[in-house]
C-alpha cells in the first residue's frame, strides 16, 4: 500500500455483506420451520415424518450412531453402526452430543437437543457460506449469494444431514485462494475433505487451470497444504481408531445404489448393462468420461474457463455418476452453480426440479415396505420423473455453462472487463498450455 492509499476501514467494508448475512439467517431460520412437525415431536412416527416433509438425519443418528454414549469412532458397536461419515464431520457430532448429553439423563431430551444445538451450527455455517460466496463473487455480482442464502431448495434441504459444514469450508477455500493465499487454501480444502468427499473435485478443476497457465507454484502449495491438512486430522483416528475410521470408505465402497441416482431407475426398469452391471465400475468410467470432456474443454476453449465454471462442470459430473444423490446434495451444488453461470432462468427451473425431488422423495418412501402406504405415497414412475427432473435440468445448466465457456462473450460475469474475480492466481494469466490458439 502506497502512502497515498487509504484502507477502508473494516466496519465500512463489512456493511455491504450485513443484508446478506441477515437473509442467510432467514433462509436458516425458515428451514428451522420446516422441520417444526417432526420437532415437537414427529420424529416418532415414521410416516407422518414422511408425509410432513421434515426428515432429517440428525435426530435418529444421535441414538443409532453411540453418539448418545461415547464417541463415533472408539465406540464399542457393530461395525455398521459406526459413523459413516469422514473424521472432521464425525467429531463435529461428538462435541456436539457432548453439550446434548449435559441436558440430563432423559435420552430423548438429549436428541432434541443434539437437533437444536446442531441447527444452531448449520444455520452458522450457513450465513458463513453466503458471506463467503458474495465475497468471492465481488462487488460487481455479490447480490447472486442470495440463491445460496433463501432458495427453496436451499432451505428444504439445510437440515438433513451436516453438508453445510463442508459448504462453508468450500466457500472458504475458493476464497482464500481468490485473495492468493494458497496455504490457507489448501488447509480449508483439506479439512473440506476430510468432512464430505466432494470437494476432492476442485482440486481438479485447480490443477486444469495450472496446466493452461503454468502457475505451478500456487498450485503445488496448495496441495501440499490439503494433503496435510487432511493427514493431520485423519492420522490420529487411523492410528487409533483404524475401524472407526475406515467406516466412511468401506460404506462408500460397498454401497448399493441408492435413492435419487439415475442408477436406480436403471436397475428398477432391468435395462441392459446399466441396470445390471457392476455399479462402482459403470460410475468410476461414465465419471472418468465427463472429466475427459472437462479436461479437454478446460484446454482447448478459446479463453481460460473460470475456476467457477470448472468447479461447477466437476461437482455436476461427480454427481450426476454417482450411486446416490440425496436431497440434501443440493446444497453441494448451489453455490458453485450460481458462480458459475448467475442466469435466473435455468436457475429457477431446476430450482424447481429439486423441490419436486424433495417433496417425491418422501412420498416414495412413505409407498415403500415397511409402510407401504400406497394411499399416501407415490408409484415408481412418479418417482422416477422427479430423479430424471434433476439429472435434465442440471445437464440443461452444463450445457450453458459450456456455451459460455466456448463464447466468453456470453459469459455474464465477465462482462465489463471482468475476468475471473474469484480466479487467484489465474485471473488474467496468460495462456502457457492449450490445445488450440488461445485468443482474447
Given at each position: 500500500m502506497t502512502s497515498t492509499e487509504v484502507r477502508v476501514p473494516f466496519v465500512a467494508r463489512a456493511v455491504p455483506y450485513l443484508?446478506?448475512?441477515?437473509?442467510?439467517?432467514?433462509?436458516?431460520?425458515?428451514?428451522?420451520?420446516?422441520?417444526?412437525p417432526c420437532r415437537t415431536g414427529g420424529w416418532n412416527d415414521q410416516v407422518t415424518t414422511y408425509t410432513n416433509f421434515c426428515y432429517t438425519d440428525i435426530y435418529p443418528l444421535y441414538f443409532d450412531r453411540a453418539l448418545s454414549t461415547q464417541d463415533p469412532y472408539f465406540a464399542a458397536v457393530p461395525f455398521d453402526k459406526q459413523v459413516e461419515y469422514p473424521v472432521v464431520l464425525g467429531e463435529v457430532m461428538q462435541v456436539i452430543s457432548w453439550f446434548a448429553r449435559a441436558v440430563g439423563a432423559d435420552v430423548g431430551a438429549?436428541?432434541?437437543?443434539?437437533y437444536d444445538l446442531t441447527v444452531i451450527l448449520l444455520g452458522i455455517c450457513l450465513v458463513a457460506g453466503v458471506l463467503l460466496m458474495a465475497a468471492v463473487?465481488?462487488?460487481?455480482?455479490?447480490?447472486?449469494?442470495?440463491?445460496?442464502?433463501?432458495?427453496?431448495?436451499?432451505?428444504?434441504?439445510?437440515y438433513i444431514n451436516w453438508d453445510l459444514v463442508a459448504g462453508a469450508l468450500s466457500m472458504g477455500m475458493l476464497l482464500a485462494w481468490a485473495r492468493q493465499r494458497q496455504v490457507l487454501a489448501g488447509v480449508l480444502l483439506g479439512l473440506a475433505i476430510a468432512t464430505?468427499?466432494?470437494?476432492?473435485?476442485?482440486?481438479g478443476a485447480l490443477f486444469l487451470l495450472t496446466l493452461r497457465t503454468a502457475r505451478w507454484r500456487p498450485f503445488l502449495v496448495t496441495l501440499g497444504a490439503t494433503a496435510g491438512a487432511w493427514i493431520v486430522v485423519n492420522a490420529p483416528f487411523m492410528i487409533f481408531a483404524w475401524e472407526g475410521w475406515r467406516r466412511f470408505y468401506v460404506f462408500s465402497q460397498e454401497r448399493g445404489v441408492d435413492w435419487g441416482s439415475p442408477w436406480?431407475?436403471?436397475?428398477?426398469?432391468?435395462?441392459?448393462v446399466l441396470g445390471d452391471?457392476?455399479?462402482?465400475?459403470l460410475g468410476m468410467a461414465s465419471l472418468a468420461i465427463l472429466c475427459l470432456g472437462i479436461a479437454v474443454l478446460a484446454l482447448a476453449a478459446p479463453r481460460r474457463p473460470r475456476l467457477a465454471q470448472i468447479c461447477f462442470l466437476a461437482l455436476a459430473a461427480f454427481m450426476m455418476t454417482n450411486k446416490v444423490w440425496s436431497p440434501q446434495f443440493v446444497l453441494w451444488l448451489v453455490p458453485f452453480a450460481v458462480l458459475a453461470r448467475p442466469n435466473w432462468k435455468p436457475l429457477v427451473l431446476w430450482q424447481l426440479a429439486e423441490i419436486w425431488y424433495f417433496i417425491a422423495i418422501w412420498l416414495y418412501l412413505v409407498a415403500q415396505s415397511p409402510f407401504s402406504r400406497n394411499d399416501l405415497g407415490i408409484g415408481d414412475d412418479t418417482y422416477f420423473t422427479a430423479v430424471w427432473g434433476r439429472v435434465i435440468t442440471i445437464g440443461i445448466m452444463m450445457a450453458f455453462v459450456v456455451r459460455d465457456i466456448l463464447r466468453p462473450d456470453k459469459d455474464v460475469v465477465r462482462q465489463g472487463d471482468v475476468d475471473d474475480q474469484g480466479g487467484g492466481v489465474f485471473d488474467d494469466?496468460?495462456?502457457?498450455?492449450?490445445?488450440?490458439?488461445?485468443v482474447r
Open positions: 443484508p446478506l448475512g441477515l437473509f442467510a439467517a432467514l433462509g436458516a431460520t425458515l428451514a428451522y420451520v420446516v422441520r417444526l438429549q436428541a432434541v437437543r443434539f463473487a465481488g462487488p460487481t455480482r455479490r447480490w447472486d449469494a442470495l440463491w445460496y442464502a433463501i432458495s427453496p431448495a436451499v432451505v428444504l434441504a439445510a464430505k468427499f466432494y470437494p476432492l473435485m476442485f482440486l436406480l431407475f436403471f436397475q428398477n426398469k432391468g435395462i441392459p452391471g457392476d455399479v462402482s465400475k494469466a496468460r495462456d502457457r498450455f492449450t490445445l488450440t490458439p488461445a
